[in-house]
């Protein structure tokens, strides 16, 4: 089983669309939740961390459901430059376990 | 400010020739570090990480290895490369400690084994 599991998409929305993305992952000892944002040939970058409490970052809200091992992002008003692949990450002592990313095509 | 480079940036060697790929990092001190690679299509494969000099962790076991020959260095290497070796290397640093903070990544190699 994968310590990190996603829905591959794509995820393809029109402008100013609602999308979220979800996550589960297998390990109850995991310490550290992050979305990144990894562009095409590109090298992920953070997008925000996760806290129990959801958080919330402009346009970009993350929430995370321990009991339930489940993380999610809801981006709002989608725009064309939100258009790439989104890793959910898990930290579990000094590792990290990377989803194999959500792709979102977000269209005029 | 910390920067953390990778080197070379792209790189196309025949099977069963050798590897090594340099990652290091700058501003920071005994930071956690790390070896991902990326094959076409897919999700970040951790490789290897380091808690310190000398130390090293292997996840995967394959024909890599990884050393840690300074506090802000860290190298990727085989002895023979192999075709399923192909993909986007990518080296990241933490804060030293537990896997609470941000990871950040260099920019990466390409490797392509022919």
């Known amino acids: 089983r994968k310590e990190v599991e996603q829905d591959p998409g794509p995820f393809n929305v029109p402008e100013g669309a609602t999308v979220a993305f979800n996550c589960t992952y297998s390990n109850s000892a995991s310490q550290s939740f992050f979305w990144y944002r990894q562009d095409c040939r590109k090298e992920p970058k953070l997008l925000m961390s996760v806290y129990s409490s959801g958080n919330e970052d402009g346009r970009f809200t993350a929430q995370l459901n321990r009991a339930s091992q489940y993380i999610s992002l809801l981006i709002r008003d989608s725009k064309l430059s939100d258009s790439a692949t989104y890793l959910c990450v898990v930290g579990v002592f000094n590792k990290f376990y990377f989803g194999s990313g959500t792709k979102l095509n977000v269209k005029p | 400010s910390q920067t953390i480079h990778q080197w070379p940036a792209t790189l196309v060697q025949p099977v069963g020739s050798p590897l090594s790929l340099e990652c290091t990092v700058e501003?920071?001190?005994?930071?956690?570090l790390y070896w991902y690679r990326q094959a076409a299509g897919r999700g970040l494969q951790l490789l290897f990480y380091s808690v310190g000099i000398g130390q090293i962790s292997s996840e995967v076991p394959q024909n890599l290895s990884a050393s840690r020959p300074q506090d802000r260095q860290f190298i990727l290497s085989s002895k023979k490369l192999l075709l399923s070796d192909s993909g986007f290397y990518l080296c990241a640093w933490t804060v030293s400690g537990t896997a609470i903070g941000t990871q950040y990544f260099g920019p990466g190699t390409r490797l392509l084994v022919l």
């Open positions: 501003g920071t001190s005994n930071p956690n």
